[in-house]
Every structure is written in structure tokens, then in C-alpha cells.
């Protein structure tokens, strides 16, 4: 499978703990996002990443919220001390450089706080 | 004004019936506009796109209308079949921000046999 890999695809934690969403891109692909999905609700940008930078993180909350994407391994969204409005699904979605807009998303991350 | 405002919040068609869905934004510096297919429990899927230079563009039983001046964009299935009941969200961007897309809130669409 060549698509977008995230894991875990299912994650539960208690208020207070931390969580740690990854993320592989296409094969090729250098650019990486993160999209948030609450119930009912369409998808929100967070933050969009290439290897070792931070390209804009307008749409990631002030705190609690980080996300790296390193030269090597995949992209990781950390979440610490979590509470439950964060529970949502997240999605990761990547493209290559000379693609411009069109982005390709992975199977998502369902985080449910308990 | 980085609004997308989507339209209807869910739709019901019959199997071989056209469905339609609206989408209306604010921010004229937006030339890229497109549809995203969501299954329950699954990640958007890329359906078709549009640039602001053409009023048009089909790809097989699906049709992006766009009208620059009234600043709208409309999702058409032809021939819809109980396989396209899912979630439709429309987008929009621009150039220079790559893929931050900003997504309207959706509409759920069911295709009736």
C-alpha cells in the first residue's frame, strides 16, 4: 500500500494523558498536513510540515498541541495532557512538491478521550 | 472571509437521479477548488478539481459547475447509485498555501434504490 499510513488508528486515553499520533507519507512525497475532524463537523486545518520544518501552524490550538516531521521517521502530532473536546478524528495528508494544492489523506486517527 | 459555506447538510436522491450539492465562498484570492468523498470511519478521497479559469469540468458521472462571479461551485452525480452515499465536502485554497485547504461543512448524501 503506497497511500498515506497513519497510526494508531484508534487510540484512547484518559484526561491528563498524552497522545502521540504518526504519520508516513506517500512514497515521494515531502509535504505533510494535519486535519482535524470533530463529530458533525468538517475537516479543519492544523498544521503543514516539510522534513525538519514547520510551514505554518496557524491552525494548531496555542497549547498542549505540537507536531514535528523529522529527516528521518514519519510525522508525529503530540497532544499532551488531553481533555475530552480533543477527542475527534485525525487526519494526515501529504503531497509531493510540484503538486501545489492537491493533497492525498490517510485512513485518519480516532482519538477518544475518556 | 476564509469561509466555505456548503449546501444541503444532507441529501436524499433516488438510484439514477441527479444530486447536487452547492458550495459559496468570500475570499477571491481561492483558485483551487476541490470535492472530497468521505465513507464513515475512512479518510477523504480526492473526487475532482477545479481552477477558476474554467466553468466546467466532468469526470465521468461527476461535474464540477463553477461560477466565478457569483463565487460558487456545485458538485453534480449523475446517474447516482446507492455506491456514492457517503459524505461530500468541498474545499477551497490558494496557490501559495499549498495544501491548506479550507473545507465546507459537508453534506450527506443517500442514494435510495
Known amino acids: 500500500n503506497a497511500g498515506v499510513m497513519q497510526n494508531p488508528r484508534h487510540l484512547v486515553r484518559r484526561r491528563g494523558q498524552e497522545a502521540r499520533l504518526r504519520c508516513s507519507p506517500m512514497?515521494?512525497?515531502?509535504?505533510v498536513y494535519w486535519y482535524r475532524q470533530l463529530p458533525e463537523e468538517g475537516l479543519k486545518f492544523m498544521v503543514y510540515l516539510q522534513k525538519e520544518n514547520i510551514i505554518d501552524e496557524s491552525g494548531m490550538p496555542k497549547e498542549r498541541f505540537s507536531a514535528e516531521f523529522p529527516k528521518e521517521g514519519p510525522s508525529i502530532l503530540r497532544i499532551q495532557q488531553v481533555v475530552r473536546g480533543d477527542s475527534a478524528a485525525y487526519f494526515c495528508?501529504?503531497?509531493?512538491?510540484?503538486?501545489?494544492?492537491?493533497?492525498?489523506f490517510g485512513e485518519g486517527s480516532w482519538l477518544t478521550v475518556v | 472571509q476564509q469561509q466555505v459555506k456548503q449546501s444541503p447538510q444532507s441529501l436524499i436522491v433516488q438510484k439514477g437521479g441527479i444530486s447536487i450539492i452547492n458550495c459559496a465562498y468570500e475570499n477571491t484570492a481561492f483558485d483551487y477548488f476541490p470535492w472530497y468523498q468521505q465513507f464513515p470511519g475512512k479518510g477523504p478521497a480526492l473526487l475532482i478539481a477545479i481552477r477558476p479559469d474554467v466553468s466546467e469540468k466532468k469526470e465521468g458521472r461527476f461535474t464540477i459547475s463553477f461560477n466565478k462571479s457569483a463565487k460558487q461551485f456545485s458538485l453534480h452525480i449523475m446517474d447516482s447509485q446507492p455506491g456514492d452515499s457517503a459524505t461530500y465536502f468541498c474545499a477551497a485554497s490558494m496557490e501559495n498555501q499549498g495544501g491548506k485547504l479550507i473545507f465546507g461543512q459537508g453534506t450527506e448524501l443517500s442514494v435510495k434504490p
Open positions: 495528508a501529504s503531497s509531493p512538491m510540484e503538486t501545489g494544492n492537491t493533497i492525498y
Open positions: 512514497k515521494g512525497h515531502s509535504h
